[in-house]
């Protein structure tokens, strides 16, 4: 921020004028997306907002478990194929939020996929039945399947807990294989989406029935031999000789002696489409649900595995990314989820778009009859300030995926009064110093001088502002935030580089210094000439002399 | 706008005689109305937040809103709907737009995708054309922690700031007044009674900035004003303070006007064609934070400034020797006092080509100042 003398001012300008020219060449290029991305809350979508906390209290979480986290959220919702889903991160640690971005109609799903928390665990199946729920006995009462939001008091006993996620029953848990606890899995009635949603962790030490994740097939699961904790990697490989893609799994020493029992006793039962009881496969649960059920081939006595399957590439790595997203030591909490039509955003960028306007025009048409020929130029540094945002935004949205929130709007819009105030202050220095009998090209310098490190002062404060809100925010008040940092720098940025010169400029006019009632800075109006010097300079004239006297 | 262009020509003459110190209004004199006025709205404004509280949005108390746009159903039917399936008590609202508002306790996110179909269904709106949101309880609380916790890290830097660019008694009396406009925000907040968002948190942040800033510009003038004061003995600190405070009365107003205007501008279409929302919110609490931010850095910091001021040795010497040489003065019949300056401009003109000598600065600027006025006469 060199100080710029009064006899370059066109230097600035030509800094100004050059940067403007590269940033638009940048912003709007032809054939390059040249729109600002928007928020959610401007066109419409789901955002979900998380907060992963240690599944250990007191411990921090670390960057890796969060990047994992975020990488495996992202590929499940990029898995609902919508364009420009985000996810994203901010701050870190135990501060940390991941925000899931999901543009277009509403879409529950996001939600769902995105909440699991994912709880993991490797269980031998010990029956496979039909997804359907079993008849109800003649003795029973009416078929809890007709509505879902019934609370299932029907019947199990104490031993079998049916768990619940919200008012759906998704698990049925108990710690013995009993008739009771038969009965309830024979309710569980898998072909409801609720249902095989899932989303309720199971207690790895008490018997499951619940239902794989597509809802095709019911399952009832011993207690688990491995925990999603022992696994300690998943990779999706393309074997040399293989047929197709498999999952490859390791696990810690204790997980390895498991796997070597379980599959061991597992690998001598009948397959279990035969029916029988128990059979050989184990299940890998994800928050209650089975998320794959292979069979052992043969016993695993190394502590390595591979899941063999039909699997395409995408299941493959899905499946390894949820055998290892399992293992994180991470719960995410869905703290907020806010869907918006986009009829609703766009209406929200037109009321925004709107008051903008409104504000501007009503700010000009107030410098204009306030400050005439000065209010011109503070008009149009407004617009150039606004435009250069703007261009930055876009080119913000191009490089590091910025997105304009409504929020972002309403501190752009704000930001138009804090602009212009810059303008204020320099211009009603410059009338200061005329005041005090300069001549208008010295008063647009000297003011200048003056009003320069005021608004040094003041916009560095607003800059502080913004900065600190920006790394200790949220959502939102994030949003609002960077647009009001950006807003500040444009404003010293115009102030030095527009507006200063051009005022020097406009004050070199013969016109501008003959005086007129539309300058805005006509001494004989602003009184100057004829009254020179303050009070301050009259007393310290007279006052010493006295003194000394 | 009209007033203001026919009423122009007497507005520019007072921005002179404020600027001369010829119309001055006595800012630091009056210190004790200006604390008693806004003791008494401290007071209403504390009182509302203990006796009242505030109506914390769903962000903060967690639960889940329904925002139903252009919606055929009345405010019962929908609170029939939304109560019928919670088994809870609902608040349902409706906005001047049209928009049907239901607010319940937390649900699922599968039990606010069913509830959104049945009030789309009831209100003859398509499920998806509903804004829901979907708090949990623990999200405000993280918000309110992450902006307090903003709140401390800003005024630490900003009081090292105010201490190093200014001093320290300037940087506690900009605090004092932008705890002054928090609180008047936040009490106005409970007094009417309108549900703080966590826009409504931006707004207040966003007063920390502005607030500051107006307080600044002030400041900046008081410190020009006030530089070498010590070297005379005409002006005393709050003298010479009141004078910054005049000075900078006509920039105060047109910042504020200009800072209001897109402020206005917001809630008019916010109210016209949004209803409630983040725009609405956020305008509303920076309204009221900006006009108690021009207020306290007119009314309170700078008044609170020359309060501390004067506690200084020095600042106390120099009112002493103004005290005395005024009563000097007035043995003279000759000179007159500094109050009634206006009259003796032309004399001072005459007696300017007198004063030669070199005499100790008030203004740094005082050498090149006297080599100017020469020239201009």
């Not at chain 2, 006025?37 to 509302?48: D, K, P």
């Not at chain 2, 902006?147 to 900009?174: E, H, K, N, P, T």
């Not at chain 2, 200084?312 to 120099?318: C, D, N």
């Not at chain 2, 032309?346 to 000598?357: A, L, R, Y």
Request: net charge neutral; glycine share 10%; proline share 4%.
């Amino acid at each position: 921020m060199a100080p710029i003398t009064s006899s370059r001012p066109s230097r600035g300008l030509i800094v100004l004028a050059v940067m403007v020219f590269g940033l638009g060449i940048w912003a709007f290029f032809p054939g390059t997306d040249n729109a600002v991305r928007l928020g959610l809350d401007l066109q419409g979508g789901t955002q979900v907002i998380l907060i992963p906390r240690p599944v250990t209290e007191g411990s921090e979480i670390s960057e890796e478990q969060l990047s994992q986290t975020v990488n495996i959220i992202r590929q499940r919702v990029d898995g609902l194929g919508v364009a420009e889903a985000e996810v994203t991160t901010q701050g870190s640690g135990n501060n940390a939020a991941i925000i899931v971005s999901v543009p277009g109609a509403n879409q529950d799903r996001v939600v769902d996929l995105v909440q699991r928390t994912a709880l993991l665990d490797f269980r031998p199946v010990y029956q496979l039945l039909s997804p359907v729920p079993a008849q109800a006995e003649p003795s029973g009462s009416a078929s809890p399947s007709a509505s879902p939001s019934a609370s299932p008091s029907v019947g199990p006993s104490d031993a079998a807990s049916p768990s619940a996620s919200g008012d759906v029953t998704n698990i049925v848990q108990s710690p013995t294989n009993d008739a009771a606890f038969q009965e309830a899995v024979g309710k569980l009635d898998c072909t409801d989406p609720e249902v095989y949603a899932g989303g309720t962790p199971d207690d790895p030490s008490k018997w499951l029935g619940t239902c794989d994740q597509t809802g095709t097939t019911k399952y009832i699961l011993e207690p688990a031999f491995i925990k999603g904790t022992q696994v300690s990697s998943a990779n999706a490989v393309l074997p040399q000789n293989g047929l197709g893609w498999v999952v490859s799994l390791e696990f810690d020493s204790q997980g390895a002696k498991a796997l070597a029992e379980a599959s061991t006793k597992l690998t001598g039962l009948p397959e279990c489409n035969s029916g029988a009881t128990p059979c050989n496969a184990f299940a890998i649960v994800l928050d209650g649900v089975v998320t794959s059920a292979p069979r052992f081939n043969e016993p695993i006595l190394g502590g390595q595995a591979q899941i063999e399957g039909d699997f395409t590439a995408q299941e493959a790595t899905d499946l390894s990314n949820i055998l290892k997203y399992g293992a994180l030591p991470v719960t995410l909490e869905a703290v907020d989820i806010t869907t918006v039509s986009p009829t609703v955003g766009s209406d929200q960028l037109r009321a925004g778009i709107i008051a903008g306007l409104l504000g501007l025009g009503l700010v000009a048409i107030y410098l204009l009859i306030y400050y005439r020929v000065l209010g011109i130029v503070a008009v149009l540094s407004l617009v150039l300030a606004g435009g250069v945002t703007y261009a930055t935004f876009v080119v913000l949205s191009k490089t590091v995926g910025l997105t304009l929130t409504l929020a972002g709007v309403a501190g752009a819009i704000i930001a138009i009064g804090i602009t212009a105030d810059s303008f204020i202050v320099y211009f009603e220095r410059i009338r200061d110093e005329i005041r005090d009998g300069r001549s208008l090209r010295q008063a647009c310098d000297s003011g200048w001088v003056r009003a320069r490190r005021t608004l040094l002062a003041a916009d560095f404060v607003s800059l502080l502002a913004a900065v600190v809100l920006y790394f200790l925010s949220v959502g939102s008040v994030r949003g609002f935030a960077f647009v009001l940092g950006l807003t500040t720098l444009m404003d010293v940025l115009i102030a030095f580089w527009f507006t200063h010169p051009i005022v020097v400029l406009l004050g070199r006019l013969g016109w501008m210094q003959r005086g007129s009632r539309w300058t805005g800075l006509d001494p004989e109006r602003l009184g100057g000439a004829s009254l020179a010097g303050t009070i301050i300079e009259k007393s310290r004239r007279r006052g010493p002399k006295e003194v000394s006297s | 706008m009209s007033t203001t262009s026919t009423s122009r020509p007497g507005l520019r003459g007072l921005g002179q005689r404020l600027y001369n110190g010829e119309s001055s209004i006595d800012f630091i004199g009056r210190t004790r109305t200006w604390y008693v006025v806004s003791a008494i709205i401290l007071l209403v404004s504390i009182g509302a937040l203990v006796f009242r509280g505030l109506n914390l949005g769903i962000e903060f108390r967690g639960g889940a809103d329904f925002s139903v746009p252009s919606a055929t159903c009345s405010i019962e039917q929908a609170r029939t709907l939304a109560e019928d399936f919670t088994g809870a008590q609902v608040i349902v609202t409706e906005s001047a737009s049209g928009t049907v508002r239901v607010q319940t306790e937390t649900l699922t996110p599968a039990q606010s995708s069913q509830l959104a179909g049945e009030l789309g269904a009831g209100c003859g709106v398509g499920k998806d054309e509903i804004k829901v949101q979907v708090v949990g309880p623990t999200w405000g609380a993280e918000i309110s922690r992450k902006a307090l916790q903003g709140l401390v890290v800003f005024l630490l830097l900003l009081v090292i700031f105010l201490s190093i660019y200014f001093d320290w008694r300037m940087a506690i009396a900009a605090l004092v007044a932008l705890a002054h406009d928090l609180v008047i925000t936040i009490g106005i907040y409970a007094l009417t009674g309108l549900e703080v968002t966590p826009a409504t948190v931006i707004g207040v942040l966003t007063i920390l900035g502005y607030s500051l800033y107006d307080t600044v510009v002030v400041f900046d003038k008081v410190r020009e004003n006030t530089r070498g004061i010590g070297g005379q003995s005409v002006l005393t600190y709050a003298e010479a303070a009141n004078l910054a405070v005049n000075q900078t009365l006509v920039r105060s107003i047109n910042t504020s006007i200009v800072a209001l205007l897109p402020v206005i501008a917001i809630i008019v279409v916010g109210a016209g064609l949004l209803g409630a929302g983040t725009l609405l919110d956020l305008a509303v609490a920076l309204g009221v934070g900006m006009a108690a931010g021009t207020y306290s850095s007119i009314f309170i910091a700078t008044p609170f400034l020359v309060q501390m001021k004067n506690r200084q040795p020095e600042v106390k010497a120099l009112a002493g020797r103004v005290a005395a040489r005024r009563a000097q003065v007035q043995r003279q019949p000759k000179s007159q006092g500094v109050s009634t300056d206006s009259s003796d401009s032309d004399g001072g003109s005459s007696s300017e080509s007198v004063v030669t000598t070199k005499v100790p600065s008030v203004k740094r600027q005082q050498p090149k100042r006297a080599a100017r006025s020469r020239r201009g006469r």
